[in-house]
């Protein structure tokens, strides 16, 4: 065992600054209002005020290289090199990788394991050619340095970043990224042999792929030569986000210093394996925000074997501070509370006693045997007929209800959401303060409402949104409206680049007190003859991107939610809303990471989506809509949901649904990027959506929804995919 780590360190630590600093000032340059200096002022700003805080806190063992202008994935593959040839002329590949650039479409996006952070999804083939070209680590250490700190650089380890990649285009047939280890490998030598050289003690290789099935053999392999490699710190191999106890022993013959476990999910029941090696002991939560028990802490502290004391994770994922914050009050840790728990236990020490069982999130009853629970447990006894209908007729029943709504071949919608103007946000922050009556906010509203629909209504859109003027966010508008839910004033956590949302904490029984959407809904709709979706968020979706109470199984949790949002549904029809969106993102999201217990979560998510929109009727249009989410990875269950219309992001991952029985929008517009595809573009991605989907089943929408683009970008954009829906419709 190596007994010079430090006592008390953290995984990682948030990013975007506790004012969003970092957000404001990536938009400034990329809208050209700062240059390339400012951003890297702010950057090196919110550093150092990182590691003095943490050193004010009393952390022993402070990270480096956690902080990214975009994503650490994204890093890395600047680090190795790993950059596709379409953006080496650009004035800057890395932001052309994230965003995209004329002509050039960025890098596929989803989600980081389990969770609603975003990576880039690195391309690597046959001829990729890893070099080490870029000095972030080293440039950071020696940053840290000047301040009077030193530091343990935090890279992503080889294996994981492999596994996450994707193949590049013109791969051969059966070629896989994680092919290229050895030739990674050797960059990564290259990269502890620099870090040696100046004089660094420890570097951590994040391996949050140990968790999920598989890798085994090439954990085993690249650190038996990592470690194996002389010149080089010591290493710490840090994983999280579940149990590593299948990959574990491939850890233990390697020469690998210290390993970090999650403790959170348990200990691992062959954690002996690991004597000789210091542990890490993950048993802070870096993804919840409830106070951590000391008692239950030092038990597995001590079932572990751990001398050190971490966060289970990076606390990327959690707000910085409860500073300036009134919600639950005594119940909640957030970045910074939580780094004080770090060395508060580490000065208490493991303490032998019953090892606490990780939380469970329930069974899974079949899809029957919920809907059953679900009516039994209404209030006033026998539901009606219309609160209790459980299940929706057959799709060929529906469609030809459907009918009516008179929509063309290959109708043109958008997700939901339209850019939300600086004056909108602004008003919201005014009648949040008081400086703004209600009154006079609502009308604006009702005004950015009539512009939304006479914008689509111009631009020949088929089905309209009513773009969610009054919506600060799609989970936490709602969670402002169901009693169980808290929400917070400061409390940002950062999703991908500058994109940051403030997730609500749900603490308490989730009850709908009185309608949401349906109030704005139906002004909309009386603005215009075309049909306007209802927009509503899913169940999964609202607990996926909360901080979720734990004193419940999360599929009772998710339960109490779809009965909220079913009444919301039933109230939309009855005022008369045709086609109503209910969002589910998050499905894929909360896949959990190990085969074996994914058949049972698919199988209440399923059940709780069809519970929320089972109550509509047969003429109603559901439709609903997943994104940068691997969401061909749960076909299946996507196929189980029985929406009338299914959305899902396309234009950057290019997934293709076939065999999918019912109507299908694969996005033919990436959102996420500044760029306006051009008609052709769109054609031809229609044209090569017709040969997996049927044209009298095929939409024609955007990726995701419009808040984050302008309005500019926005009707450019449109116009462009409704003249190439009406070209292609034509030949039909």
Known sequence: MTDDFPASTVLGYPRVGPDRELKHALEGYWDGRIDRAGLDRVGRALRADTWHRLAQLGLDGLPSNTFSEYDQVLDTAVLVDAVPDRFRERSEPYFAMARGADGVAPLRMTKWFDTNYHYLVPEIGPRTRFRLVADKPLGEVREARELGYETRPVVVGPVTFLRLAQAAPGSPAGFAPIDRLDDLLDVYVRLLTALADEGVAWVQLDEPVLVTDGGSPAVRHAYRRLAGHGRRPRLLVASYFGDIADALPALAVTAVEAVALDLTHGVPANVDLLRGKTVVGGVVSGREVWRTDADSARALLAGANATSVSTSCSLLHVPYSLRGEDVLPGRLAFAEEKVAEVVELARLGPKPGPVPVAAAVGGSPGVHELRVELLNRREGGVPTERNGRAERSPYEVRALAQRDLGLPVLPVTTIGSFPQTGALRAARREVAAGARGEAE????????????????????????????????????????????????????????????????????????????????????????????????????????????????????????????????????????????????????????????????????????????????????????????????????????????????????????????????GPGVYDIHSPRIPDVAEVTARLRNALRHVPAERLWVNPDCGLKTRTYEQVEAALANVVAAARKVRSVL
Not at 596 to 606: I, M, T
Request: charged share 25%; net charge negative; with cysteine.
């Open 441 to 664: 906010y609502e009308e604006l509203v009702r005004a950015e409402i009539r512009r939304v629909v006479e914008v689509q209504e111009r631009l020949g859109i088929d089905v309209l949104v009513h773009g969610e003027p009054e919506r600060n966010d799609m989970v936490q508008y709602f969670a402002e409206h169901l009693d169980g839910f808290a929400v917070t004033r400061n409390g940002w956590v950062q999703s991908y680049g500058s994109r940051c949302t403030r997730p609500p904490i749900l603490h308490g029984d989730v009850r709908r007190s009185a309608p949401i959407t349906v109030r704005w809904a139906r002004y909309a709709q009386s603005l215009t003859d075309k049909p306007v979706k209802g927009m509503l968020t899913g169940p999964v979706t609202i607990v996926a991107w909360s901080f979720v109470r734990d004193d419940l199984p999360l599929r009772d949790v998710t339960m109490q939610v779809a009965e909220a949002v079913r009444a919301e549904v039933q109230d939309l029809e009855a005022a008369g809303i045709r086609v109503i969106q209910v969002d589910e993102p998050a499905l894929r999201e909360l896949l959990p990471l190990r085969r074996e217990e994914q058949a049972g979560y698919l199988e209440w998510a399923v059940a709780a989506y069809r519970w929320a929109t089972g109550g509509a009727g047969d003429a109603t249009q559901i439709h609903t809509h997943l994104c940068y989410s691997n969401a061909d990875e749960v076909l299946a269950a996507i196929d189980a949901l029985d929406a009338d219309v299914t959305s899902i992001e396309s234009a950057r991952s290019g997934t293709a649904v076939q065999g999918f029985g019912r109507g299908l």
